[in-house]
């Protein structure tokens, strides 16, 4: 076998296995109760209004041009249908603000791909989302912990970047029911945000993954729109919005989108035309199909499910969890963040749990930059019954308790 | 307006809109006869056929897989046909050696992203396929002259390369009926390849996107049927096979594959998962079906229809061009290349063309990485009829020849 190693890019050595996914993979188990997804429920497709979508193309004169190359920035039918969407919040722009991709992790990446040079910054929520860091890294930036709502100067972030030889590019962030925390950047946090970008002459890039998926508290306006009423109009903005068909239609299509100031989708546009051409044309058509003739009624249908099972895995979490844990109460999304003692791995938790109480998580340390905060898990409640998270919070709780007796029992006495 | 330029990485700068495509958006007209395209015949796609695909998966057990998150490396059951398939042209492998991409477009993006970094070298051919100059320049590469069966040393690449800063990573070469010349490199000229490629450790990519298209003539087998069969065995191989359903079935669907050794494919495909998690479950389902019922029918139809077509170019070619021109005899594909007269620019002859002669052609010289040999064309003949062809043709002929009688005055006297 050759010795690839030295004939790959230097960037390669930053694209390794997960120790968790391999984990993960486990959990293909049938007895397994797993929050570890993160995954919409499947029960929950319209496959009857996409299996109507693919008939209408194959029965109406679009079929050759749903099996054609097509443009790179996507069919404009869609982005229309976006540009109206988007308009009930906040966002003011035109078509040719909307560029369409293959779901938003492809968005992150060509982000990356856009901004970022070796030695470049880029500034990420700790945590954050582990699919954002995984596509930054082929980039190979460093990164930097943005604070959304804490008291770090510009300054502080210019210096950081400097030391590590290159410049703040962007700030990363899910503001909306993040994945994997759930929490919300409230308005003020926005606000702040947006100053600091404003102060450090950098990208914000707004991942929306989330946002349609609000159950109670009130929606707040996405910060490309706060951007675009405080500029006065898209072309003055420096936010970059990413948003995706996956949680609220179907993730198989993979269809996304991007919105934000022209130079950023003509750049965009390019960079698509060398890398894949186009996102499917024909699932972009389907897409159009079925989120014009019914994305309320669908999104209405998730919510109702989902929000039932956010409820019930907070009221387990309360029920069978020992005092010294603690978890978000997310507003919307698909994940709550658990908080273990201090000097619990959840990595190690895991593994346990999978031997012995059959439940499975993601522990929390892979969505850290820095590889820290090993003590905390994320649980996902978008594919389990109200009855399998009662029982799989009661069987975690049981778990944490006796792990946490086991490492008392282990301290030294001082 | 943002001053984005100084936000956006180097990479960028290389990230432009190509003139020619700006030229080729008038082709939109109806009143022109295109032979710039390059794109499959709409009219021979097997709509059919993805007719009863996407109504099968929507009325059985796949539905739910169908519109969810699939796994990185691709649909098993389509990979084990592309075994079956490639076994039939001397490609030994498994699954594990196999890789579905969106398209083999995301193929070459992702191996220039594996294997360069930036000052490194990519040997191509003069001229080459011109979306492999666009993805490999995001990660900003050095080109050197991939002379095939021309008499480089070794020494020779290895010098250019650490004269411009970097190593030579890979030969990216399309081994039959390459666009844009529609030339085959024979059995001769595959070995020297391989022969030169062990010499300096390095990879070969083999773009096979129009490989079953052979009109006349005997197959060869593909430079990775070669490589396995000297090394004993993929694993030890060089040499990385990108594959595509684009030309054979539809290209809508951004469907096509890798086959390589196992690391190459193991990066790979933890490239995808952070670049675009995988190409549509959907898209991939449908392509199996199709292909595993009747793809041997599809290709014979479209041979039909193209060999026809190429003929018809050929013939009207001899009939009408000038004497001073000359062109290739492709033995399949798409393309034919035109050499025009010393001193004759393709770019502008275009623009007379357009105007005049309502006839349409990509010029040659976007496709030589140096920007040389302006006096070549790229001709399709994959989308137009045999009139209109020797319509076409001989509208060119006559331009060409006046252009040239132009030229000839324009000469000074010396």
């Known amino acids: 076998m050759l010795d690839w190693e030295h004939i790959f890019a230097t960037r390669s050595s930053r694209m390794r296995a997960s120790e968790i ?35 209408d193309i194959f029965s109406g004169p679009q079929v050759n041009a749903a099996l054609q190359y097509s443009v790179s920035e996507g069919f404009k039918p869609l982005r229309d249908w976006i540009v109206k969407e988007v308009a009930k919040i906040g966002i003011d722009c035109t078509a040719d603000n909307v560029f369409i991709t293959s779901g938003s992790q492809q968005a992150l990446d060509y982000l990356g791909k856009l901004f970022l040079s070796p030695k470049d910054t880029a500034l990420v929520t700790w945590p954050t989302y582990l699919g954002a860091l995984s596509a930054f890294n082929a980039y190979e930036p460093n990164y930097d912990n943005l604070s959304v709502n804490g008291n770090r100067t510009p300054e502080a972030y210019r210096e950081t970047a400097a030391k590590l030889g290159g410049d703040v590019k962007f700030a990363y962030l899910s503001a909306d029911f993040s994945n994997p925390t ?6 003020a946090g926005r606000e702040k945000l947006l100053a600091l970008a404003d102060e450090l002459d950098i990208a914000v890039i707004e991942d929306a993954a989330y946002q349609h998926l609000r159950y109670d508290g009130e929606a707040i306006a996405p910060i490309l729109a706060m951007d675009i009423a405080a500029k006065g109009g898209i072309e003055n903005t420096r936010t970059i919005y990413c948003g995706s068909f996956s949680k609220s239609l179907a993730p198989g299509l993979r269809v996304g989108f991007v919105i934000g100031a022209m130079p950023v989708i003509r750049k965009l546009v390019l960079m698509k035309q060398a890398a894949d051409l186009h996102s499917s044309t024909i699932n972009q058509i389907a897409i159009e199909h079925v989120a ?19 409820d019930a895995m907070l009221a ?11 978890w978000t109460k997310p507003e919307g999304g698909m994940f709550v963040w658990v908080t273990l003692p201090e000097g619990m791995d959840g990595a190690e938790l895991l593994a346990k749990s999978i031997a012995t109480e059959k439940v499975a998580f993601v522990p929390g340390r892979a969505f850290y930059a820095d590889g820290s905060n090993a003590n905390t898990l994320r649980m ?8 399998m998270i009662d029982e799989g919070i009661k069987r975690l709780g049981r778990l944490v308790a006796n792990a946490d007796a086991e490492q008392q029992e282990a301290l030294p006495i001082i």
Chains 1, 2 share one sequence.
């Open 21 to 55: 996914r391999e984990l993960l993979k486990l959990l293909e188990q049938p007895d397994i109760i797993s929050f570890a997804g993160g995954i919409p429920d499947p029960a929950l497709f319209p496959d009857a209004e996409f299996k109507t979508a693919y008939n």
């Open 182 to 187: 759930g929490e919300t950047v409230d308005k």
């Open 292 to 310: 014009s003739r019914g994305f309320d009624a669908q999104v209405a249908k998730i919510k109702k499910a989902y929000s039932e099972r956010r």
């Open 316 to 326: 387990a979490l309360e029920k069978y969890m020992p005092k010294n844990t603690s």
């Open 380 to 387: 996902s409640f978008s594919c389990a019954n109200a009855e």
